[in-house]
């Protein structure tokens, strides 16, 4: 690339000195800004975390009592937690499997040869790289109750007879479906369309000789190659899904339906910051951690044991 | 692939119909959206919606600059995006290199612990990081922000920039080497032939930071500093919705965005491919 430039940019002198200490000394010092970053900026405030999460300590002032397991033994108690968890399991299982039928299926077609694909793979991505708020807006204003498009299509179909409350709170979760979809299947299209092109056309020739059809060779060569990304896009993407809170924050915002949204996130979040107790606000991101790492370890588990099959 | 895919043949037609399928529920909702930041206040709301305004009109966007502070907020965003790619890139461009070009007791062990961080999802951190902030003076500052993107970023920058260094033959350097000084050798031969991972890395870190809502919620409180995300949720609660302005705000948050991606596009491919940005 650009390699002209480079050469322009003045050396400092200065730094010749830095490199005649020992190899290993140099490398050390050439992460350390990374690692105390890293040291002091994620992995500090997750051990802050769990250490306040034994105490009932205010978001905003400084007192603090230590309390032991208490403010996980209310939150075992409490209902609402419970109900959290449901609605977060919900959304984020429902978001997932289509995510990645939706991914998996537009890759394939992404995969082929037809006009317009480069521009048209350009184009599937974008909803991935823009800000969750034009997301969420963008959905709200097509599925608004009364100058929504999408009422007026089906209510012109005939689907409906009246127009349907998208933000009410039979559609609400439906919406935010919808819309976390749209938002998120682009990352399933890239993982996967990277590893198709690496699939070898003699693998399909084969499977041609021997008389096998479309789906045929969807299953028997294609989905067994796709097997090892999809193994870490499931992964990931579970990851993200279950401790997503901006998609469903942002949706719930300037509607009367969002008890029937609020997902473990979003518990944790108005735990801390609309009641004030980071203490257990701080718990509740706790239980999400270890829950998604034992599921983590399971998952890995499984897979091991799969491929010793 | 070489698969017969006429135009006219069934599976040609297939092929299309699908492709256009596609096209319309990834694109639409954003031509929706210009569609409606160019019309006037009336002909929003019309039955039956007109797909092309009728009378085009930038009227929205006057009243977006002249009754918000939609510039502040956008010049926020700038200010806090470019500060975090060049911090990323400050912090992480020696430390890839120093992950791949020297041995050290440990090397192993540090490039797990930068994957295991990569684990954590902002709703986990954001709370004692919030506590933190505040006991340090940093919340409600540009500062605080730059440094929880910089800190979130790079796991993943370290990640993507360590493969692309990888990837240059040590012989390449070795030889630089025997003309000038180590120095010399990187800036002159090594970076410019990583170039594509740091274009990469800066990237994914401007659009990561560009995007964010939850740190800048949590830190900030000041209007004047809010940056777009923040500031057009806001917009959006305070009162009743001003739909034309709202979809004029959101053609101009993602218009940068559209930029930098189609300019990029090619050497996104890389990054992707090893693993992608968190969301």
Wanted: charged letters at 10%.
């Amino acid at each position: 690339m650009n390699g002209g430039r480079a050469l322009s940019e003045p050396v400092p002198s200065a730094n010749s000195e830095l490199f005649r200490l020992p190899e290993a000394a140099v490398g050390i010092l050439l992460i350390l800004p990374a690692i105390l970053l890293l040291l002091s900026l994620t992995l500090y405030p997750v051990l802050y975390g769990v250490w306040i999460s034994f105490f009932n300590k205010h978001s905003f002032f400084p007192q603090q009592t230590f309390i032991g397991f208490d403010n996980y033994i209310s939150l075992l108690r409490d209902p609402e937690f419970w109900a959290s968890v449901w609605r977060g399991t919900v959304y984020a299982l429902s978001t997932i499997v289509l995510q990645i039928i939706l991914g998996v299926a537009a890759a394939l077609l992404l995969n082929e040869v037809f006009p317009g694909r480069n521009i048209l793979r350009g184009i599937v991505i974008f909803p991935y790289v823009v800000p969750t708020v034009v997301a969420v807006i963008v959905w709200k204003w097509l599925l608004n109750s009364q100058f929504g498009l999408v009422n007026y299509l089906i209510e012109k179909a005939g689907l409906v007879d009246q127009p349907i409350s998208f933000m009410g709170k039979d559609w609400i979760m439906v919406s935010l479906i919808i819309v976390s979809v749209w938002q998120f299947f682009p990352f399933v299209v890239i993982g996967v369309l990277a590893r198709l092109q690496t699939i070898p056309d003699e693998l399909y020739d084969a499977a041609k000789v021997d008389g096998g059809n479309a789906w045929q060779r969807f299953v028997y060569v294609t989905l067994p190659q796709l097997k090892s990304v999809l193994f870490v896009i499931v992964l990931l993407r579970s990851i993200w899904m279950f401790t997503k809170f901006d998609t469903p924050w942002l949706m719930i915002q300037g509607g009367g339906a969002e008890t029937y949204i609020r997902t473990l996130p979003i518990y944790t979040y108005m735990r801390t910051f609309a009641y004030y107790e980071a203490g257990l606000g701080s718990a509740m991101a706790v239980v999400m951690f270890l829950a998604l790492a034992g599921a983590a370890v399971l998952y890995f588990r499984i897979w091991r044991r799969e491929e010793n099959l | 692939m070489n698969r017969s895919s006429g135009l006219l043949s069934p599976r040609g037609q297939v092929l299309m119909f699908a492709a256009l399928a596609l096209l319309a529920f990834t694109a639409f909702p954003f031509a929706w959206m210009a569609s409606t930041a160019l019309k006037p206040s009336h002909e929003i709301f019309v039955t039956p919606p007109t797909l092309w305004p009728t009378h085009v009109t930038l009227d929205n966007l006057s009243r977006l600059f002249a009754e918000t502070r939609f510039l502040t907020y956008f010049r926020n965003s700038l200010t806090v995006s470019f500060a975090t790619v060049g911090l990323t890139l400050l912090v992480s461009v020696p430390a890839a290199y120093g992950l791949t070009r020297f041995r050290f007791h440990g090397r192993e062990t540090v490039a797990g612990l930068i994957l295991f961080t990569y684990m954590f999802a902002p709703i986990m951190i954001i709370i004692p990081f919030y506590v933190a902030m505040r006991f340090l003076g940093l919340a409600n500052t540009h500062l605080g922000l730059i440094l929880a993107y910089t800190a979130f970023c790079l796991p993943f920058s370290l990640w993507l920039l360590r493969t692309f260094f990888q990837s240059i033959p040590l012989e390449i350097e070795e030889a630089a080497r025997i003309d000038g000084s180590r120095l010399q050798a990187v800036i002159h031969v090594v970076l410019p032939l990583a170039l594509p991972g740091v274009v990469a890395t800066s990237t994914f870190t401007f659009i990561l930071a560009w995007n964010d809502y939850i740190f800048a919620r949590v830190l900030l409180s000041a209007d004047e500093m809010k940056t777009l995300p923040v500031g057009i949720a806001d917009l959006y609660n305070a009162s009743v919705v001003d739909w034309g302005m709202i979809m004029a705000a959101g053609v101009l948050v993602i218009a940068p965005v559209a930029a930098v991606f189609v300019f990029i596009q090619r050497f996104l491919v890389a990054g992707w491919g090893s693993g992608g940005v968190k969301g």
